[in-house]
Each structure stands twice: as C-alpha cells, then as structure tokens.
C-alpha cells in the first residue's frame, strides 16, 4: 500500500530552493538545520520529511541551537501579528493576570539562568502546565536543559512541517 500524498509536500519538493528555505525558516531559525533539510529533497512522503528534520536537529551544535531558539517569543508574549506564535501559545490566552505575571517571572529568571527563552512545544498545553515546566526544567543543569530544547524543538518542528505541508498552496499559516 502506497502512502497517502500529503497535498503540500508536491509543492514544497518542487519549489524553488529560494522559496523552501523562505518556508524552512518560518519552521525553524536554524539555518543549519534548513540547509539540511532542503538538501534532502525529494520527500517520499511526510514521515520522510519529519525524520530529515529529526535528523538535521540531531545534528545542530549549541550555536545552531541558540539560533533556533532565537526565533521563538517568550511564552505568554508571542510575536504581535504572527498567528503561528499566537496558535502554538493559545494556552496562554485565557490565563489570568496572575499567572501573566508569574510566567513573565519565571521567564525572565530562566533566560537569566540559561541566556535563551524558556522554550517547549505549547501547542495543546494550558498556561498551568507550561509554569509546571518552567518551574521543573529551571533546576536543570545547562547540558539537561540544551537536551530538553532539543527534544521540544523538535516537536515544534514537526507540528509546523505538518502545517507546511498539509496545504496545496503556499499560504501555510
């Protein structure tokens, strides 16, 4: 039995490479990371794609991590007019002022301690669960923590190559 077609897939394996990296981007900062996945192409199907990606995460140095980091908002704040940090965030949407407040906190002290963002997938997670994580992942040593960033970019990534691909045209957001 032959895999289902994933409608975007088609379209972002032929795309210019200009265009795939453009769209890589908005998936991940990493331009290590974007550089290895669009060297991959063709995809097969989309499992093909996730396990590159798995792959290329794998493979990114701290400063490639840093970088990827570097393009995610602070929990609680996502980007103004970027619905892709307003959707993964929506947990935090109907948080109270308390909680607004406690998550600025523990944001701020965890950046302090670490020097990037509090960072985990969000998509799915109440404001509740992501101060649990932040309060448990802020006792990490840096080495657990990089590890962890790994773990939950890679997540993200996977939930926005879905997103990228599912659709036929080039609107992806």
Known sequence: MSPTPVPGLARFNTAADSDAVAELHEVCASTAWGRSVLARRPYADAEALYAASDAAMADLTAGDLAEAMAGHPPIGRPKPGDPTSAREQRGMAGASEELRAEMLELNLDYQERFGHVFLICATGRTGEQMRDAVRERIG??????????????????????????????????
């Not at 990089?146 to 080039?170: C, D």
Request: aromatic share 0%; no cysteine.
């Open 140 to 173: 990490h040593s840096p080495e657990q923590e990089r590890e962890i960033v790994r773990i939950e970019l890679g997540k993200i990534n996977r939930i926005r190559l879905a997103r990228l691909v599912s659709h036929p045209e080039e609107e992806t957001r």
